[in-house]
């Protein structure tokens, strides 16, 4: 080999730059190697270590990106790509690498709840779990479709394991079967997106020497410089609507209400949240990056995710409102929450600079919303958490008044009642669709607000506010909920108090983001 290239390659490939991904992949062989070698009474440890493991790693990310905010010679780190173009750090990548982690570690604290009422073997699904939150941290940070690909298909297997992880149940079978055919068809469609664009960038006729057609840098300029041409828009279509389908908006988001629902809880959570979070950069990476082409704009990205967004508010609200069953409740939500965010990334593209930073400020309130109910969810679902049902709810501020409590911020969040986080983030998004014009689609967002509060509303009166001597609309065996321990209130207690406290304050959220 040549001794330039080589060492251009050995500069190229900084290791060092993604030692959290690296950390949790040892991690996650660690916890193999302890689940061989530790006794059956002392696997309880596994779970610890997971989740103690994940939460030095992200202290440390988050103390990393502190220092490189404030150190000068870190500035020409930001925005360049290394390992030959296939990865970028930016702190909108290091935003999205945050909320993953973070939404790992409380999944990991989740599932220890969990695995309290089901016998399943514990290692694995942890080791799965480390593995999907490194693929989706690295799928943030692609700036090249074959890494994004790759990244991509990581998470997506995983996550195919993970959905049907309670073998025992045929809700959860059945839901990673639809998944699995869903996924597959979903990543043909991506992939056979890419390829065309990389027909149109490879393309000999092209004018000018093109480095790598698969490079977001280089496949936007391709599309800036050659102006309208199909060919590309359809391979930019068939891409976003990949992406669509990983984030869950109509009309890809059948498979979400079964999977959702047969699916564990944690693994519902982790779809939820982290999924969604890096669903959303990926989509905010290609529509600011190699998308960007003012014709690519006005003629593919505004017009699909603008449909996208309204098609989405409309069903997940409401196909919502009749729904009893709270994993599904939460299921068609979430596509609610994806058309809302779409928003915010059409008013980027429309030139709202700030709006990108509004959309990761939607995914933290979201992800603390979430996360508080689904905290709560864990602990009151009995051994078959498929058929959690409101049922199972009436009097919950009776039985478990911090329970009840902490379901009532996290719902409230979500329905986007101040001066809870999910307010200010919906008053962000809707300002920025004001700013770049999209009128109607703040017209269809506020319906959609309006139409969520009946069902969050109508979840929080079944927690607090219906007796249990009151008839239910369902017979459901109701279990007494897990007891929370301290742990558990100091953790669920943290989410309340985050979620009111970005309610009130954001001025902890980085500049480089707003």
């Not at 993970?162 to 990673?176: D, F, H, I, K, N």
């Not at 056979?192 to 990389?198: A, E, K, T």
């Not at 050659?226 to 359809?234: R, V």
């Not at 505004?302 to 409102?321: C, E, F, H, Q, W």
Request: aromatic residues 10%; contains cysteine; glycine residues 10%.
């Amino acid at each position: 080999m040549n001794p330039a290239i080589y060492q251009s390659i050995t500069d190229s490939n900084q290791w060092l730059m993604l030692w959290p991904e690296l950390s949790l992949g040892l991690l996650a062989v660690l916890l193999l190697g302890l689940d061989l070698q530790l006794k059956d009474n002392e696997r309880i440890l596994i779970p610890r270590v997971a989740m103690l493991g994940q939460l030095a790693i992200l202290i440390a990310l988050l103390g990393t990106i502190v220092y490189e905010s404030v150190d000068p010679v870190m500035e020409k780190v930001v925005g360049t790509t290394y390992f030959d173009g296939l990865i970028t750090f930016t702190p909108y990548g290091d935003a999205g690498r945050v909320l993953i982690l973070l939404a790992s570690v409380l999944v990991s604290y989740l599932a220890q709840i969990y695995f309290q009422r089901q016998a399943l073997p514990r290692a694995e699904f942890f080791h799965l779990q480390l593995v999907v939150t490194a693929a989706m941290m690295l799928l943030v940070q692609s700036a090249q479709f074959v890494m994004l690909f790759v990244a991509l298909e990581t998470v997506t297997v995983g996550f195919y394991i993970l959905v049907a992880y309670c073998r025992t149940s045929p809700w959860s079978l059945e839901a990673g079967l639809k998944y699995l055919i869903l996924g597959a068809l979903s990543s043909a469609i991506m992939l056979f997106g890419i390829v065309l664009l990389y027909g149109v960038a490879a393309a000999p006729s092209i004018h000018g020497q093109v480095h790598d057609a698969m490079s977001f840098v280089d496949l936007g300029r391709v599309l800036a410089r050659q102006g309208p041409n199909p060919l590309a828009a359809a391979g930019a279509a068939l891409v976003l609507c990949g992406v669509a389908f990983k984030i869950g908006v109509v009309p890809f988001q059948v498979w979400i209400p079964d999977v959702y629902q047969g699916a564990p809880t944690p693994t519902t959570a982790f779809l939820a949240v982290a999924s969604k979070a890096a669903g959303f950069m990926v989509l905010l990476n290609l529509a600011t990056g190699p998308f960007a082409a003012p014709w690519m704009v006005h003629q593919v990205l505004v017009p699909l995710l603008s449909t996208l967004a309204i098609l989405s508010i409309l069903y997940g609200n409401l196909a919502a409102l009749g729904q009893r069953n709270v994993k599904r409740v939460m299921g068609l939500s979430g596509i609610a929450h994806a058309g809302y965010m779409l928003i915010g990334v059409v008013a980027a593209v429309q030139g709202v600079s700030w709006a990108v930073g509004a959309v990761l400020f939607y995914l933290l309130t979201y992800l603390l919303g979430s996360m508080a109910v689904f905290g709560v969810m864990v602990h009151v679902a009995g051994p078959r958490d498929e058929l959690q049902e409101l049922d199972q709810y009436v009097d919950l501020g009776k039985r478990q008044p911090f329970l009840g409590g902490v379901l009532a911020v996290g719902l409230g969040s979500l329905a986007g009642i101040p001066p809870l986080a999910g307010f200010i983030g919906k008053l962000l998004l809707f300002y920025a669709a004001f700013q770049a014009h999209l009128y109607g689609l703040l017209a269809v967002s506020i319906i959609g607000v309006v139409i969520s509060i009946y069902y969050y509303f109508g979840w929080m009166r079944e927690a607090l506010f219906r007796q249990s001597n009151q008839p239910a609309l369902a017979a459901v065996p109701v279990e007494a909920p897990i007891v929370p321990t301290g742990w558990t209130r100091l953790a669920l207690g943290l989410l309340a108090a985050a979620t009111l406290f970005v309610g009130l304050y954001q001025g902890f959220f980085p500049d480089s983001l707003k």
